[in-house]
């Protein structure tokens, strides 16, 4: 069982000083836009994923007119605890410990919290490009496979010095396929290792998230694609090859696994051309109860579950729906603007929770 147990907060976004002690089951907090709720989401985000959800920079973070911002967290894993601090400075490095020491790579520390973090802005990735699509995805198997992270930052690592050496083979009119060879005999077998990964993730999780999707809306046929121009790790590596002209051309690599997709389907046809508001809106909340679930079978205990203004543009009944939805063996931690109408459902569908009246980047336990 993964519980937060604390949360000390300095210079961090609109919060001077907080120490806050949730609940251990649902935490609901609530205040007008603007209070501080996201933000006091985001900061749990950041520790257990070294970032925060809202923005990738981590100075944004650190509160006007200051120049550090310190987040420390203490988590309990059934029997042990494990702190878990970090420090922002503008124009340093950014500080990352847990139980006081320090990672040799951030990287390692993916997946020792797992998390699943639902926000407003999420139906954009039924919206948007194919890359915030693969974001998500790329995301969510590294929680549960760390070797996976790690060929995926290599796989960028090297796909990024190939873009740049095309780039300067462009601007100079000099050519070495040589070196480039060499970054494709180590970019196909990373990617096809990647594309394997996700191949096989796919097959697995789309089951998980068709009950998801159903436990939430009922009598709609929904489907997950992955699709990849990849097959065989030769036939990556002759791509590659074949493509070099091309890939010169518009001085970046065209063929790979940082190509892929992942296509929602609903009914017969594309989610994104013929889903209503609620239906994309239901589509992503399941897809991220189903990664809730998923990590769940993974990890061998339920991951924290974050909800940030999940209610809004929802109508009664879907929310009633998400509600009874909710994992009774997790910690949740829920945002909400409209605290009338969410504390009667939360009466009327007899749940319990933790609710925290979130104002000015002050926190009180609302009566």
Do not use: C
């Amino acid at each position: 069982m993964l519980r937060l147990h604390s949360l000390q907060l300095t210079n961090f976004r609109n919060y001077s000083n907080l120490t806050f002690q949730p609940g251990q089951h649902i935490n609901l907090l609530i205040g007008k836009n603007g209070s501080g709720k996201t933000n006091l989401l985001d900061a749990i985000h950041f520790l257990a994923l070294t970032k925060g959800a809202v923005s990738s920079t981590d100075t944004d973070y650190i509160k006007e007119t200051e120049t550090q911002a310190v987040v420390r967290g203490l988590f309990k894993f059934n029997n042990e605890e494990v702190e878990i601090a970090s420090a922002i400075q503008t124009g340093q490095k950014k500080i990352f410990k847990v139980n006081q020491q320090d990672y040799p790579k951030l990287s390692q520390h993916i997946g020792r919290i797992p998390l699943v973090i639902i926000l407003p802005d999420d139906v954009d990735l039924v919206r948007e490009g194919s890359e915030l699509r693969r974001k998500f995805f790329d995301s969510f198997i590294s929680q549960q496979d760390s070797s996976y992270l790690e060929n995926l930052i290599r796989y960028g690592n090297i796909l990024k010095q190939r873009n740049s050496f095309l780039k300067n083979m462009a601007e100079s009119g000099k050519t070495d396929r040589v070196l480039v060879d060499t970054y494709d005999a180590m970019i196909a077998p990373l990617g096809h290792q990647l594309y394997i990964k996700r191949k096989s993730f796919v097959q697995q999780f789309e089951s998980y998230f068709i009950k998801s999707y159903q436990n939430l809306v009922l009598h709609e046929k929904v489907e997950l694609h992955y699709t990849t121009n990849v097959t065989t790790e030769a036939e990556y590596l002759n791509q590659l090859k074949a493509n070099f002209n091309k890939d010169l051309l518009l001085q970046r690599t065209s063929f790979g696994i940082h190509r892929d997709d992942y296509h929602f389907k609903l009914g017969d046809g594309d989610l994104k051309k013929l889903g209503s508001q609620g239906q994309k809106k239901s589509f992503v909340l399941a897809l991220k109860l189903a990664q809730a679930n998923w990590l769940q079978n993974a990890k061998g205990f339920f991951p924290l579950l974050l909800m940030d203004d999940v209610f809004d543009k929802l109508d009664n009944h879907r929310i009633e729906k998400l509600l009874q939805t909710l994992p009774t063996n997790a910690q949740i931690f829920i945002s909400d603007a409209r605290p009338d109408r969410t504390l009667s459902l939360f009466k009327q569908l007899e749940l319990s929770a933790q609710v925290f009246h979130v104002e000015d980047g002050n926190l009180q336990p609302h009566e």
